[in-house]
């Protein structure tokens, strides 16, 4: 029987959780809630499925979705105006979703990040 996407996922997560604990590798673990500014998120309030999407991200994939890693081109103008292909989107999986989902995290050159689970409506900065 062929595995689920679920499935792969969870044991990505588990692979990418035992590679970071055994390298020490910086980000890969929660920061402690810390004073925000309005529009920014700390990442130990994201969802797991956030956290999974940014290990994947730092480690390089791979990817659940083939548009994982694409330009984001800003049209919206709620991100920082910057030069096409600054910004590239990834996939938060939203359990139940048989889609992409509404959540993606959206990643900076300049290694900032940003998260959205209203599909672009809105973004918020990670604070790691």
Not at 18 to 40: K, M, N, T, Y
């Amino acid at each position: 029987m062929k595995p689920g996407r679920g499935n792969i996922l969870n044991i990505l997560s588990a692979c990418l959780l035992a590679v970071c604990l055994l390298a020490g590798a910086a980000g890969c673990g929660l920061v402690a809630d810390i004073d925000l500014a309005p529009g920014e998120i700390s990442s130990s309030n994201l969802p797991p499925e956030a956290i999974t999407a940014l290990n994947l991200i730092e480690c390089g994939g791979p990817f659940p979705y083939s548009k994982d890693g694409t330009v984001f081109y800003n049209y919206e103008g709620l991100l920082p105006e910057k030069p096409d292909g600054y910004y590239h989107e990834y996939t938060v999986i939203t359990p139940g979703e048989s889609d992409r989902g509404a959540r993606r995290i959206v990643a900076g050159a300049g290694g900032e990040f940003y998260y959205t689970d209203d599909h672009y409506n809105s973004f918020r900065l990670i604070v790691q």
